[in-house]
């Protein structure tokens, strides 16, 4: 079966460092997606990783271990404006090529001043 | 790039009415797909196209929803008849050909559906 857990809600100050994480079991593994989500828009993609080990992009940070079926987005210096939801993504493997995405239901952050 | 577009992008409509949502992917990309978003069950995978083949239909609830893409540049979801439970937050997303690379899916603004 196919399954991502993310925590369903987060609060941060803002200023501060807040990490959520993701775990995932899936058929196969072929790279794992953060998308950002503000409400009443749609997902923009964040990050992406394939290899274990830490991708950085500014302010975004993402983690991946294969092994323990685990990824974590890590957000520094919070800003107001960051208050989203936050989707993990797992593209996985079945049989042939694809790009077929499975979402986690999304943590929603709040930042408070 | 004007990105992926979507019409209409919000719906109202009456239970047992016939609904067609329309989306144009970013130009040079073929992989096009749909999803839809509520509260309960986050962003659910409908059904997704290459080069306008549809390739993984699973997600498509039940025989009331279908989806074409009769070119590269314009696909539909439609639902007949729609129900209550349709409400939600209709998405479309495109993409280039996977190719083990980050062939990152890019959403359009969504279409707001709510069935009376």
Redesign the interface.
């Known amino acids: 079966g196919q399954n991502i857990d993310q925590p369903t809600e987060m609060t941060a100050t803002e200023g501060a460092i807040v990490q959520i994480n993701c775990t995932y079991q899936t058929s196969g593994f072929?790279?794992l997606?953060w998308y950002q989500q503000h409400a009443g828009?749609?997902?923009?993609?964040l990050s992406?990783n394939v290899l274990d080990g830490l991708e950085e992009k500014g302010r975004f940070s993402s983690f991946l271990s294969r092994s323990k079926g685990y990824s974590y987005l890590l957000l520094k210096e919070l800003q107001m404006k960051d208050s989203a939801s936050y989707?993990c993504a797992v593209?996985g493997r079945d049989g042939g090529?694809?790009?077929?995405?499975?979402?986690?239901?999304?943590t929603l952050l709040a930042v408070q001043p | 790039d004007a990105g992926v577009i979507q019409s209409p992008r919000h719906e109202v409509t009456e239970m047992g009415q016939e609904v067609t949502l329309r989306c144009k992917p970013i130009s040079g990309h073929n992989?096009l797909?749909w999803y839809r978003q509520t509260m309960m069950?986050?962003?659910?995978?409908l059904i997704?196209f290459n080069n306008n083949v549809p390739?993984?239909d699973s997600g498509m609830p039940e025989d009331r929803f279908s989806a074409k893409m009769p070119n590269a540049s314009f696909s539909t979801l439609k639902i007949q008849p729609s129900e209550p439970r349709d409400s939600a937050v209709y998405?479309c997303a495109s993409?280039l050909?996977?190719a083990?690379g980050?062939?990152?899916?890019?959403?359009?603004?969504?279409t707001r559906l709510t069935v009376l």
């Open positions: 072929n790279g997606f828009e749609a997902p923009t993609f992406y989707l593209r090529a694809t790009n077929k995405l499975i979402f986690g239901t999304g | 992989s797909f069950r986050g962003l659910e995978l997704y390739i993984d998405f993409s050909p996977w083990g980050r062939d990152t899916q890019y959403f359009g603004p969504g």
